[in-house]
Structure formats: structure tokens, C-alpha cells
């Protein structure tokens, strides 16, 4: 996806769009395990997904750190 506004394309909101449709299916499909999460942590299910997205983006990023490193070697 682009940074600017003026620069999005029908491309990028066809991404977007795409993007948004997996994770509405993700959500619908964890609805449950996210609500029993938060109960168990006293917290509300807004902080526990961003928490679930928080570990999973960083868990990414380690898996994509140690790639490029194999990758250079």
C-alpha cells in the first residue's frame, strides 16, 4: 500500500478491502476464545486483541529477522 492519500490506487483499497474481510473472518471465527481471554485477564476484549495483534506482529517480525540472517549467510 502507498503512504499518501493522493497516491492510493484502486489496488491499494482492493488490499484493503481484502485485508479487512480476513480479519473480520479471523475475528468472527476467535470470538469466543477472545471473550474468554479477556475475562480471565480482567481487561477488555479491545486491549486483548490489540495485545493478540501486538504478539503476533512481533513474533512475526523475529521469524522475518532470523530469515534475512539465513538469507545473508
Do not use: P
Amino acid at each position: 500500500m502507498t503512504t499518501t492519500f493522493s497516491k492510493v490506487t484502486d489496488g491499494d483499497f482492493l488490499s484493503f478491502k481484502e485485508c479487512l474481510d480476513t480479519f473480520m473472518n479471523w475475528y468472527r471465527t476467535n470470538a469466543d476464545r477472545i471473550r474468554a481471554i479477556s475475562e480471565a485477564w480482567i481487561e477488555s476484549e479491545d486491549d486483548t486483541l490489540t495485545s493478540i495483534l501486538s504478539r503476533g506482529l512481533s513474533s512475526l517480525q523475529a521469524q522475518t529477522e532470523i530469515m534475512l540472517e539465513a538469507d545473508r549467510e
